[in-house]
């Protein structure tokens, strides 16, 4: 899965074949899974706890969404890069 970004040790990634949701990203420890937490970012530019599927502890999970809310521009330009559209959803 193409990697976006690593940060306090997670990588933050997308899931192929995802586009058709609203744009996300999936962070983990090691092996990437469809599994792992989950953030959608939201249209004012922060983020959201989709699912905290990796168990990652309260107070590194809150770094994480600081972090992808810091990066939503970057985010939404990768995003358009690998899956080839000029739309997002939210």
């Known amino acids: 899965m193409p990697q976006v970004v690593r940060f306090l040790g997670y990588i933050i ?3 192929a074949h995802e586009e058709n949701e609203p ?12 599994n792992a937490t989950k953030l959608w970012l939201t249209k004012t530019g922060g983020c959201i706890v989709a699912s905290n599927g990796s168990g990652i502890p309260p107070r590194e999970l809150r770094e994480l969404t ?6 939503f521009f970057m985010i939404c330009a990768k995003w358009k890069e690998f899956f080839v559209t000029d739309e997002i959803k939210f």
């Open 13 to 15: 990634y997308f899931w």
């Open 23 to 34: 744009i996300h990203v999936h962070v983990c420890k090691g092996r990437p899974s469809p």
């Open 66 to 71: 600081e972090f992808v809310s810091a990066q």
